[in-house]
């Protein structure tokens, strides 16, 4: 039988019901609840989408913080502030190297993270991972309120950057590790949802003051205490992650997560369910054969799994976010909009409606297909954003130039914004020349990097829509292609299936276990 067709698993003849209770034989890794469709499994699961939804508040400061990066540098008075005086005629301009500096730090931030937040969460829990973070953000906010000369600002960027790391790794863990495989994908992604929202109210507050309040920038900084406030009170109400005690073998406090998380389920087995969670750790440790460490990233099929973790961070930033996103008024300055502001308000409508709908399509549609058929898009708007440099977009061509404004989608709105830091810091540094000196042609830069990535990304991305820990470890064990994957049955797979054929499976609905 070809590996890429999935099989009818039959039940064995000596398995009996007493065989799969004792479910060691079976090693059961893969939960019945994987059978219950989308729409069901949401609802059953409502008390996980509202914890998860509750995580994620953190991101709408991630999401005012980059918009307001990109935003805030044309506003007159931080101009008037930060600024500096250039050239005879006595006119005020920001200094392109702090200008730079501010964006590089907001990366550097997050690679500061990187070094220690990991095992942070690791030894004292995703809980205190997200006090840290928010931590962080406040002290980033208290400067970003009070500074008066560029390099406080500095410093406050490089602080946010730190929390907004801290957010990017453990967030996306945690909900990962709570939500059914079912849904995880739409529920992962969304974080950029909250990013989206923030980065809205930042563009919207951006447009009204440069109208009304041009020289009071600082009403724009206020207003992200908001966030700040929210996200503490969410986080203090979370449960700790049921695979954060397993993996400390306290079975106790894991089951008192789980009860958090999934009380009230109907037919829920918290025993089988933690028994999925140690076997899945187990295997994890077996593979490891010793205590996890940095290196082992770079050894075996882990380096091939980091190898396509990184094509995908990377895809995002060969992907013009930067002379979009980043710097979205400036790019919209110089694409002659009378009003770029406004241009950032519709970018960022375009960015919300894009991950809506991801959010909605990913389990259902899977996820490698998306992006990668994004990706694709993004590489043909790279040329075509280039291409209008000769249109007379950048001299006054105002249909050119609105044009501009509706970009195609791009990885980042639908995946999770943890981009590569180095590959980010390198991005804000080269940018701003970039655009100075190229202006839209800058778009064939991006454009010739997209290409080949987009390529390796059609070749070795894989679909895990739906897949548990253990089945994705599984596949990368297998050395399964990855097109192969979302038709390739699984051993874990397997073992579902049989257990449901003597136990019983969910019910789709309760008129059904009614009647049956």
């Not at 030894?123 to 953000?137: M, N």
């Not at 801290?166 to 709570?178: A, F, H, K």
């Not at 933690?274 to 076997?279: K, P, S």
């Amino acid at each position: 039988m070809n590996q890429s067709e999935k099989p009818e698993v039959a039940l064995d003849d000596n398995v009996t019901a007493d065989d799969v209770t004792k479910d060691e034989a079976y090693g059961l890794v893969k939960s019945r609840f994987d059978e219950l469709s989308i729409p069901r499994t949401l609802w059953v699961f409502r008390r996980v989408v509202l914890v998860s939804l509750a995580v994620y508040t953190g991101y709408v400061c991630e999401g005012f913080e980059l918009g307001a990066g990109g935003s805030i540098v044309a506003n007159a008075g931080f101009i008037k502030q930060f600024g500096s005086v250039k050239g005879e005629g006595g006119v005020r301009a920001l200094d392109p190297t702090w200008l730079s500096t501010w964006s590089a730090l907001l990366n550097v931030g997050q690679i500061i993270t990187l070094t220690h937040i990991a095992w942070v969460a690791d030894k004292f829990g995703r809980k205190v991972s997200f006090y840290i973070a928010w931590i962080w953000l406040v002290i980033g906010c208290v400067l970003l309120n009070t500074a008066k000369s560029p390099g406080v600002w500095a410093i406050a960027k490089l602080c946010n950057g730190a929390g907004i790391g801290v957010l990017q790794i453990t967030c996306q863990i945690y909900v990962m590790e709570i939500c059914p495989n079912k849904i995880r994908g739409g529920l992962v992604t969304f974080q950029a949802v909250w990013s989206n929202i923030g980065g809205i109210i930042v563009s919207v507050m951006m447009q009204q003051l440069n109208k009304k309040h041009p020289d009071n920038y600082l009403l724009a900084m206020r207003i992200i205490w908001a966030p700040v406030a929210l996200m503490i009170v969410c986080w203090v109400f979370i449960p700790e992650s049921p695979w954060f005690h397993a993996r400390h073998d306290n079975k106790e406090r894991a089951i008192k997560s789980l009860k958090q998380l999934y009380g009230g389920v109907e037919g829920f087995d918290f025993e089988e369910e933690y028994g999925i969670i140690v076997r899945t750790i187990a295997h994890e440790r077996e593979v490891l054969q010793e205590a996890p460490s940095y290196r082992h990233v770079f050894k075996g099929l882990n380096l091939k799994r980091a190898f396509i973790v990184v094509i995908l961070s990377v895809s995002q930033q060969f992907a013009g976010l930067a002379i979009i996103n980043t710097y979205s008024t400036y790019f919209f300055s110089l694409a002659g909009l009378n009003d770029p502001f406004l241009g950032t308000v519709i970018l960022s409508c375009c960015n919300l409606l894009a991950v809506l709908l991801w959010s909605l399509s990913t389990d259902k549609l899977g996820r490698r297909t998306i992006v990668n058929s994004c990706e694709t898009l993004v590489c043909v708007v790279l040329f075509v954003v280039g291409g209008l440099f000769w249109t007379g977009a950048t001299t006054g061509n105002a249909a050119a130039g609105t044009a501009l404004s509706r970009p195609g989608p791009s990885p980042s709105s639908s995946t999770p914004s943890q981009a590569l830091p180095p590959a980010n810091t390198f991005k804000s540094y080269a940018t701003p020349p970039m655009l100075l000196h190229l202006s839209l042609k800058a778009g064939f830069v991006y454009a010739a990097f997209s290409v080949p990535i987009c390529i390796i990304m059609w070749l070795y991305v894989p679909e895990t829509s739906g897949r548990s820990a253990a089945e994705i470890d599984e596949l990368y064990e297998r050395r399964i292609p990855a097109w192969r994957w979302s038709k390739t049955v699984t051993e874990a797979e397997q073992r579902m299936q049989t257990v449901v054929l003597v136990k019983g499976g969910v019910k789709e609905s309760r008129n059904q276990s009614r009647t049956q």
